[in-house]
T-cell receptor, first 114, second 115 residues
Framework: KAGVTQTPRYLIKTRGQQVTLSCSPISGHRSVSWYQQTPGQGLQFLFEYFSETQRNKGNFPGRFSGRQFSNSRSEMNVSTLELGDSALYLC?????????????FGNGTRLTVT | DQQVKQNSPSLSVQEGRISILNCDYTNSMFDYFLWYKKYPAEGPTFLISISSIKDKNEDGRFTVFLNKSAKHLSLHIVPSQPGDSAVYFCAASEAGGTSYGKLTFGQGTILTVHP
């Protein structure tokens, strides 16, 4: 079974631009979550999508948004990029059953904002 | 407000010995706990988890212990191998949390296993 796939692996953008990151979950997984990892703040939850609906949201500004498609693939968008948005962005998927199940992560997209 | 804390930034262990990684939490609503391992340039890899109804869970060389009264959990790796060298993250979720994809992570502990 293929794991969580994120594209692109690396991205360089300029302040003020916008960026879209893509994530394909593990086959059969219906929940997709996004996380930001920075040296100062560690791993922080951005939001989670299930059945094309945002079900949970972390404490990030509205410049961070996402969506999920009917095939469970997800995209994350950051508008008006700031230098502080430079980070590793991780996508995770889970089966999202009623019992606890672990999140499985992709290898991330390294975003650098100059 | 750091709800999950890993107070040891790093740990160095000899091959074959036991590695013990510690994690403390403050949120009483957490009821599911996980450990992840992360290599540079890769995403976190799930290792082992434990529900708050248990105090121990084993999987091969990995054992997680949970002390709810102390709000403390630990990961034991026995025997340690050089390939275990990585950053280890403790994570927690509230009731229904993982079904909503939301984990709260600690800052990580760098484990180095020397041959």
């Amino acid at each position: 079974k293929a794991g969580v796939t994120q594209t692109p692996r690396y991205l360089i953008k300029t302040r003020g631009q916008q960026v879209t990151l893509s994530c394909s979950p593990i086959s059969g997984h219906r929940s997709v979550s996004w996380y930001q990892q920075t040296p100062g703040q560690g791993l922080q939850f951005l939001f989670e999508y299930f059945s094309e609906t945002q079900r949970n949201k972390g404490n990030f500004p509205g410049r961070f948004s996402g969506r999920q498609f009917s095939n469970s693939r997800s995209e994350m968008n950051v508008s008006t990029l700031e230098l502080g948005d430079s980070a590793l962005y991780l996508c995770a998927s889970s089966s999202a059953g009623t019992d606890n199940s672990p999140l499985h992560f992709g290898n991330g997209t390294r975003l650098t904002v100059t | 407000d750091q709800q999950v804390k890993q107070n040891s930034p790093s740990l160095s262990v000899q091959e074959g010995r036991i590695s013990i990684l510690n994690c403390d939490y403050t949120n009483s609503m957490f009821d599911y706990f996980l450990w992840y391992k992360k290599y540079p340039a890769e995403g976190p890899t799930f290792l082992i988890s434990i529900s708050s109804i248990k105090d121990k869970n084993e999987d091969g060389r990995f054992t997680v212990f949970l002390n709810k009264s102390a709000k403390h959990l630990s990961l034991h790796i026995v025997p340690s191998q050089p390939g275990d060298s990585a950053v280890y993250f403790c994570a927690a979720s509230e009731a229904g949390g993982t079904s909503y994809g939301k984990l709260t992570f600690g800052q990580g502990t760098i484990l180095t296993v020397h041959p």
